[in-house]
């Protein structure tokens, strides 16, 4: 089994990232949730997100994007 293998997410794996956020959400029992619109711009630049797999499950991921100026999330 291959644990860690991390790349750069693109919009087509927005079904997953999506997936992989409602569990994060679910575990920590948040009500306001990122919309679809919120997801996109953690695929698109500026943003950037990469995903980690076990085999061919998302695991995990890492998600950046600008909010203001010089200030990011």
């Known amino acids: 089994m291959t644990t860690g293998v991390v790349r750069a997410a693109s919009l087509a794996d927005e ?3 999506a997936a ?3 569990e994060y959400c679910d575990s920590l029992a948040v009500v306001i949730r990122d919309t679809a619109a919120d ?3 953690y695929l698109a630049p500026p943003g950037g997100l ?3 797999h076990e085999g061919a499950e998302i695991v995990g991921c890492v998600a950046l994007r600008p909010l203001t100026g010089e200030i990011g999330e």
Do not use: F
């Open 15 to 17: 079904d997953g990232v």
């Open 20 to 22: 992989i956020l409602a």
């Open 50 to 52: 990469w995903l980690a």
């Open 39 to 41: 997801i996109r711009s």
